[in-house]
């Protein structure tokens, strides 16, 4: 059967790095508190040269080094973005232009902070279909344009950044054993919308807007969301927490990443943890985890590695990846 394998990994981050300490001289915060409740300690934040689409460029073709390739190799570029550079084109199309692709096809797709699960799954899905070869997988942020950094229970949490990965469609066994990923699971729940959201859109407000939240619902639901389609993957594939080499989970909140990891008996030492230098970048923080995780050599060919997200929507999933 059709896999599809990862080739190659990469990373982007904005040249400005904003401290919590530099937080406490913008709102009424402080270092302590932050780090208390989320495990942030620092974030990077765009300049105005700096856009999704050029944090997404740069993290693709650092994948496609990594990879040994080139963008004549790429068929699909797909991009998770809740921040795309303009209401259309799909800044997907940009990245493509940008890479100097003449052929092939590319879009955006937006589940928020679960955006890059979703994208590796419709990627996976495009490769074992038959309608490309190597897919670009990326996912970008610049969340610093759509926060009110009046706002301190908001403004502290988001950062800007990109990771990616290419997938190959490779042939395999059809067993465990096999490279690429085994299986997916995604769930979305509308009823949720309000807990997390912008208050702006070109259908209803004419603006942008201004991302909103209500921090304890989300925690709330985070943790039981997370691990119930953590829980469908080992009984899709039979494995079990045991099995799993590292969990890279989307990097919202030390606190939801530690309550999930322990609710899965997943043991921290097995779990990817970038929030403290990233923030939460949204569809960026699991492919800049994974980025971090496989240049310092904690990932490994071979490894069985689980992704998890959950973000607006509300939409979660996982995705279980022999590396």
Request: aromatic share 6%; hydrophobic share 40%; charged share 25%.
């Amino acid at each position: 059967m059709i896999r599809s394998v990862v080739r190659g990994y990469g990373a982007a981050l904005p040249k400005r790095v904003v401290t919590n300490r530099e937080l406490e001289t913008m709102v009424d915060t402080s270092d302590e508190w932050i780090v208390q409740r989320t495990g942030i300690t620092q974030r990077y934040i765009a300049g105005d040269d700096e856009t999704t689409a050029s944090l997404g460029e740069k993290a693709a073709r650092a994948a496609l080094d990594n990879a040994g390739l080139t963008p004549d190799d790429i068929d699909l570029v797909l991009l998770a973005t809740s921040t795309p550079n303009n209401t259309f084109p799909a800044t997907a199309v940009e990245i493509q232009n940008r890479l100097g692709m003449k052929h092939g096809y590319a879009f955006d797709m937006q589940a928020v902070c679960s955006g890059f699960v979703y994208a590796m799954t419709t990627a996976d899905l495009h490769l074992r279909g038959g309608l490309a070869k190597r897919a670009l997988v990326i996912g970008a942020e610049t969340f610093s344009r759509i926060l009110d950094w009046n706002d301190r229970t908001t403004c502290v949490l988001f950062g800007d950044g990109a990771g990616a990965v290419v997938l190959e469609a490779q042939e395999g066994e059809g067993t465990l054993a096999d490279r690429g990923i085994l299986t997916a699971h995604l769930r979305s729940d509308g009823s949720h919308k309000d807990k997390l959201y912008v208050d702006g859109g070109p259908s209803t407000t004419g603006t942008v807007g201004h991302l909103k939240m209500e921090g304890r619902e989300v925690f709330k639901h985070a943790v039981a969301m997370i691990t119930d389609v953590i829980e469908d993957a080992f009984e899709a594939t039979g494995t079990t927490a045991e099995d799993i080499d590292w969990l890279v989970p989307h990097q919202a909140n030390r606190r939801i990443i530690d309550g999930s990891a322990k609710k899965l008996n997943i043991p921290t030492e097995k779990v990817v943890v970038t929030v403290d230098i990233h923030g939460n970048t949204s569809a960026a923080s699991i492919p800049l985890a994974l980025s971090v995780a496989c240049a310092d050599g904690r990932i490994k060919k071979g490894d069985l590695v689980m992704l998890e997200a959950m973000g607006g929507g509300f939409t979660w999933g996982a995705v279980l990846i022999r590396w």
